[in-house]
T-cell receptor
Framework: SQQGEEDPQALSIQEGENATMNCSYKTSINNLQWYRQNSGRGLVHLILIRSNEREKHSGRLRVTLDTSKKSSSLLITASRAADTASYFCATDRVGGGSQGNLIFGKGTKLSVKP | ETGVTQSPTHLIKTRGQQVTLRCSSQSGHNTVSWYQQALGQGPQFIFQYYREEENGRGNFPPRFSGLQFPNYSSELNVNALELDDSALYLC?????????????FGPGTRLTVL
């Protein structure tokens, strides 16, 4: 079953613009992770935010987490054509630790036009 | 530091056959998780291996089985292949010691069942 739900499903922007993707989830979590996937290849780990953190930065990436609303957002600033990819959020559920599985949404497909 | 590797890259099989996929974990990681990603979907957890034992399993039938070796590498075996098994199979490694379930993925194996 899918825990996370990203929106929008697809996003098309011009190079240099900012891109914001959102993720909602259903149950309590230990942490939330964002991944990037280029054209059906492997997932690249972008950032992990713990449940007791509200905001985290990594280079041009900014992630926020609102556990009261069970939602997270990923902001990519000054986007580049190379940022074109699908972006997934994945949650590590409370009580799911012994199983170790991450639960993914369906992803947001980002297209950055030069 | 060596990243997660998977082999083969692509595989074509026919219905009813058996397949073995291989994964080498990132150095320093002792846990391996396997995911199935159908076209246009997010990855779905199959199972996880820790200390050479299955540590958790998603909603997949017993014909999906696995192994973990003393060097932490892993295999995913699928028997009696069905058309719906066509997907990208992703392996992810993590360190149980870190307690964060931060998973790093390999490039995947694209399996096509005809």
């Amino acid at each position: 079953s899918q825990q996370g739900e990203e929106d929008p499903q697809a996003l098309s922007i011009q190079e240099g613009e900012n891109a914001t993707m959102n993720c909602s989830y259903k149950t309590s979590i230990n942490n939330l992770q964002w991944y990037r996937q280029n054209s059906g290849r492997g997932l690249v780990h972008l950032i992990l935010i713990r449940s007791n953190e509200r905001e985290k930065h990594s280079g041009r990436l900014r992630v926020t987490l609102d556990t009261s609303k069970k939602s997270s957002s990923l902001l990519i600033t000054a986007s580049r054509a190379a940022d074109t990819a699908s972006y997934f959020c994945a949650t590590d559920r409370v009580g799911g630790g012994s199983q170790g599985n991450l639960i993914f949404g369906k992803g947001t497909k980002l297209s950055v036009k030069p | 530091e060596t990243g997660v590797t998977q082999s083969p890259t692509h595989l074509i099989k026919t219905r009813g056959q058996q397949v073995t996929l291989r994964c080498s974990s990132q150095s320093g990681h002792n846990t391996v998780s396997w995911y199935q990603q159908a076209l246009g979907q997010g990855p779905q957890f199959i199972f996880q291996y820790y200390r050479e034992e299955e540590n958790g399993r998603g909603n997949f039938p017993p014909r999906f089985s696995g192994l973990q070796f003393p060097n932490y590498s892993s295999e995913l075996n699928v028997n009696a292949l069905e058309l719906d098994d066509s997907a990208l199979y992703l392996c992810a490694s993590s360190s149980r010691t870190s307690g964060r379930n931060e998973q790093f993925f390999g490039p995947g194996t694209r399996l096509t069942v005809l």
